[in-house]
C-alpha cells in the first residue's frame, strides 16, 4: 500500500482534525486542511506543522461545493476526511439551524463534489471518503447494553439529529452511486486542543480557577471517553484496511459516570494544588439539560477484529496528559 496520500482534512483546525492533520504529516501524507474558523476552529491548534512542505490550509466552508471540487481536483485528492461539524449539544439546543446547515448540507456538499470529482478519476481504486461520525446518533443506552453497527438511530438532540441524517446521506452515496465511503461513529472524545466549553477542560479550568464545576443533573450519565490520539490512530486503520461501505463503531472502553470523572480530575488537580480546598468542594448541581441521554456505550468489537486496532490510552493516563496541557494554556 502506497505511503503518500493527499488528503483533504474537513474541519481540520478544529479538536480531531487538527489532531488527524498532524498525525498524517508524522505519517508521510499531503495534507490539505480546509476550515471556516468559526469559534471553534483555531489555526494554534496546527501550528507544529504550519511550515511543513506538505501541509497547506485553506479557509472555506464545505457549504461551498466549488471550492471543494477544486481543491480535490488541483491537490489530487486521494482521501477526504469529513471532520466539519458543529457539535457541542447545548448550542444546537439553543439554534438547531446552523447544526442542519453545517452537519447535514455541508455533507451533502462533500458527497456531490466528490461524487463528481471520483467520476472523473482513470484510477479509481484509492479514493476514499470517510465520515466521521458519533455514537451519539444512536440515542440513549439504559444500565446494559452497547451500541453496535447495527444498532438503530434514536437520536434525541438536534446536534445527534442533524449527524444522523448525515450519516445517512454518506450511506446512500454508496448505495446509490457506488461513492467508496465509510462511515465511524466514535465514542466522547478528550484530549489536547479540545474546545474550552467541553467538559472536560471547563472542569480542568474551573478547579484552577477555583470556580463552581457545573454538573448536570445528578451526575449519574454516563459516557464512554476515547482519547483523541487513539481516535486518529483508529481513522487511520479504517481508512487504509476497510472495505467501503463499512461502518465502525470507536470506543475508548473507558464507562465512566459524569461525576465520577469530575471528582477523578479534582483529586489530580487536588495534587497539583495542595494548598486550595479540596476541589470537589467546587461541585454544583445544576439543572438537567434538555433531552440529555443517560447512558452512551460502544462495543468496538468489530474494528478491533477486523481491523486490528484498540485503544491504548487509559483514562487515568489521559487524563493526566489533558491537564497537564490545559494548565500551560489556561
Not at 179 to 205: A, V
Not at 226 to 235: K, N, Q, R
Not at 296 to 302: G, H, L, M, T, V
Request: one cysteine or more; proline letters at 5%.
Amino acid at each position: 500500500m502506497r505511503r503518500d496520500y493527499s488528503i483533504l482534512i474537513t474541519g481540520g483546525a478544529g479538536f480531531i482534525g487538527s489532531c488527524f492533520a498532524i498525525d498524517m504529516i508524522a505519517r508521510g501524507h499531503k495534507v490539505i486542511v480546509i476550515d471556516a474558523l468559526t469559534y471553534a476552529g483555531d489555526l494554534s491548534n496546527l501550528a507544529e506543522i504550519e511550515k511543513h512542505e506538505n501541509y497547506s490550509f485553506v479557509k472555506g466552508n464545505i457549504n461551498d461545493t466549488e471550492l471543494v471540487s477544486k481543491l480535490l481536483k488541483d491537490n489530487k485528492i486521494d482521501w477526504l476526511v469529513n471532520f466539519a461539524a458543529e457539535s457541542h449539544v447545548d448550542n444546537s439546543i439553543a439554534s438547531p439551524n446552523i447544526f442542519v446547515e453545517t452537519n447535514v448540507n455541508g455533507t451533502l456538499s462533500l458527497l456531490n463534489a466528490s461524487l463528481a470529482y471520483y467520476k472523473q478519476l482513470s484510477h479509481k481504486d484509492d479514493f476514499r471518503f470517510l465520515h466521521v461520525s458519533t455514537d451519539e446518533v444512536y440515542g440513549s443506552l439504559g444500565p446494559t447494553g452497547y451500541f453496535s453497527e447495527t444498532s438503530p438511530y434514536q437520536p434525541n438532540s438536534p446536534y445527534s439529529a442533524s449527524k444522523a441524517g448525515a450519516d445517512h446521506l454518506v450511506r446512500a452515496w454508496y448505495e446509490t452511486y457506488s461513492l467508496p465511503t465509510i462511515i465511524t461513529n466514535c465514542s466522547n472524545n478528550y484530549g489536547p486542543y479540545q474546545h474550552p466549553e467541553k467538559l472536560i477542560p471547563t472542569i480542568i479550568r474551573n478547579c484552577r480557577n477555583q470556580t463552581p464545576i457545573p454538573v448536570y443533573g445528578d451526575g449519574s450519565n454516563i459516557r464512554d471517553w476515547l482519547y483523541v490520539v487513539d481516535h486518529c490512530d483508529a481513522i487511520d486503520h479504517v481508512i487504509r484496511h476497510a472495505k467501503t461501505g463499512e461502518t465502525y463503531n470507536v470506543g475508548g472502553n473507558q464507562e465512566i459516570s459524569n461525576l465520577v470523572l469530575v471528582k477523578m480530575i479534582c483529586q489530580e488537580m487536588d495534587k497539583l494544588y495542595p494548598g486550595h480546598q479540596p476541589h470537589e468542594n467546587l461541585i454544583s448541581f445544576v439543572t438537567d439539560r434538555l433531552g440529555h441521554d443517560w447512558r452512551y456505550a460502544i462495543n468496538p468489537e468489530k474494528i478491533i477484529r477486523d481491523l486490528q486496532w484498540q485503544p491504548l490510552t487509559k483514562l487515568q493516563e489521559g487524563l493526566q496528559k489533558t491537564i497537564a496541557f490545559y494548565l500551560t494554556s489556561i
